[in-house]
């Protein structure tokens, strides 16, 4: 079975770092998109990041130059590397993937189908 579990979230000041691990498993090699999102109360779900299965990336507008996806694939564990938070910032951070051959995986949440447990991220002014 396909499973994904984030953890790393904690409650830092404005300005620091923090950085999310994302453990997978049962997902294989080839043709898979993996993102990170979050999700504030009140407020939709958003895309973060997200990585392709050759390495290419994106991000949202809001943390472009801030945050940075990537995956070690011995581990088969996703991270999110969040410098300079701002209190914006703060929400649950989940881990999702969907099967897919593009090379570039889309920002949208409802395309993804494989969804991990969240992890709690409280940025503070």
């Known amino acids: 079975q396909e499973q994904l579990a984030a953890s790393g979230g904690g409650s830092v000041q404005a300005g620091g770092s923090l950085r999310l691990s994302c453990a997978t498993s049962g997902f294989g090699t080839r043709y898979i998109c993996l993102g990170w999102f979050r999700q504030t109360p009140g407020k939709e779900r958003e895309g973060v990041a997200t990585l392709g299965r050759l390495g290419n990336s994106r991000y949202g507008d809001s943390v472009q130059g801030r945050f940075t996806i990537s995956k070690d694939n011995s581990r088969d564990t996703l991270y999110l590397q969040m410098n300079n938070l701002q209190p914006v910032d703060s929400g649950t951070y989940y881990c999702?993937?969907?099967?897919?051959?593009?090379?570039?995986?889309?920002?949208?949440?409802?395309?993804?189908?494989?969804w991990g447990r969240g992890t709690q991220v409280t940025i503070s002014s």
């Open positions: 999702a993937a969907v099967r897919s051959q593009s090379t570039q995986c889309n920002l949208v949440p409802t395309i993804y189908n494989y």
